[in-house]
């Protein structure tokens, strides 16, 4: 199992939530799931700018069974073949769930696992904890500590640390809706952990002592976020920030009026893996495909095309 010192080191960059393709009919499509890691690794992705994060809310975990989650850890695994770090989602309702994807992440050598109490009741401390040594009596794999805030319970920062004392943790996936809970967060986490910056403010957290943030685009232009990350380990802040804005203002734009339509995260990334020829499937509901229009997908392509022109002339 990695160290906290480890994981530092070892994720660095962005962390990629990697898109689950399906089929017009529904079924898991593996092949192009192993096609789209394999252009990403071709675009130059390497340990030191890009972590693998599988099967989490934009891989749509919770449109998946346990062995369709299974199979798509494994897909993923075998094409990375230890080129990148991976981190995998073990969220469920149902802890064997949790368990059976950490032995698997374990057998795999996955770096860690993407973890959060339990979701669908409202949260109380010793529930989460209690849930998360369940888990860590079954498996010696890492946790990535998950507050999913916005889809369960905000966990108080005292509960993170709490967590952090199990052995099995090494990392934080952290975000907070109140942004001096954030930094204080970070600032109480970083020390012991690697911490994960999973707002929209990636400028600030990396300011904050973030080593790694989330983003959807490497999905379908990873250039952008490896462009942000070097700019900011050379604390050009001020370049980053205008670099984030420049692209980030007009896609929030487009991927808001998908998000204010349907549910889930996999349905507005698709449109933009579509605009630059990869096959991002199908959504399976409640996500609706048909809540991207036409102009939508028009939009995707004239921004990602004047993007890519863009940052060929940097």
């Known amino acids: 199992m990695l160290t906290p010192e480890l994981a530092t080191a070892r994720w660095r960059g962005v962390v990629a939530p990697l898109v689950t393709p399906?089929?017009?009919?529904?079924?898991?499509?593996?092949?192009?799931?192993r096609a789209n890691v394999r252009w990403l690794l071709d675009r130059g992705a390497r340990q030191g700018n890009t972590i693998l994060l599988v099967g989490g809310s934009g891989g749509d975990f919770t449109a998946m069974n346990l062995d369709e989650r299974l199979q798509v850890i494994r897909a993923v695994a075998e094409v990375a073949a230890g080129q990148l770090p991976i981190i995998a989602g073990a969220q469920s309702l149902d802890i064997r769930d949790s368990i059976a994807i950490c032995r698997l992440c374990e057998e795999l050598g996955v770096d860690a696992v993407q973890i959060s109490g339990p979701f669908y009741y409202d949260g109380r401390p010793d529930d989460v904890?209690?849930?998360?040594?369940?888990?860590?009596?079954?498996?010696?794999?890492?946790?990535?500590i998950y507050n999913n805030w916005y889809t369960g319970y905000d966990m108080p920062l005292d509960l993170i640390e709490r967590?952090?004392?199990l052995p099995n943790s090494i990392g934080v996936k952290w975000s907070s809706p109140h942004r001096d809970t954030f930094v204080e967060g970070v600032r109480?986490?970083?020390?012991?952990?690697?911490?994960?910056?999973?707002?929209?403010?990636?400028i600030a957290g990396h300011l904050a002592g973030c080593r790694a943030f989330v983003s959807h685009f490497p999905n379908f232009y990873p250039e952008f976020c490896w462009r942000?990350?070097?700019?900011?380990?050379?604390?050009?802040?001020?370049?980053?920030q205008?670099?984030?804005?420049?692209?980030?203002v007009p896609y929030r734009a487009l991927v808001s009026k998908i998000a204010s339509q349907t549910a889930?995260?996999?349905?507005?990334v698709r449109p933009a893996m579509a605009a630059v020829g990869l096959n991002g499937g199908h959504s399976?509901?409640?996500?609706?495909?048909?809540?991207?229009?036409?102009?939508?997908r028009q939009g995707f392509k004239t921004l990602l095309a004047e993007a890519s022109d863009a940052g060929r002339r940097l």
């Open 163 to 165: 967590l952090l004392e």
């Open 284 to 296: 399976r509901p409640p996500s609706r495909d048909s809540a991207v229009t036409p102009e939508l």
């Open 264 to 268: 889930g995260e996999g349905v507005f």
């Open 242 to 248: 205008q670099e984030f804005d420049r692209l980030m």
């Open 228 to 240: 942000i990350w070097e700019l900011m380990e050379a604390f050009n802040y001020h370049q980053a």
């Open 22 to 33: 399906f089929a017009a009919d529904g079924a898991l499509d593996l092949a192009s799931l």
């Open 129 to 144: 904890v209690a849930w998360m040594e369940e888990v860590a009596r079954h498996t010696g794999i890492g946790f990535a």
């Open 188 to 202: 109480r986490f970083a020390p012991r952990a690697a911490v994960v910056d999973n707002t929209l403010d990636t």
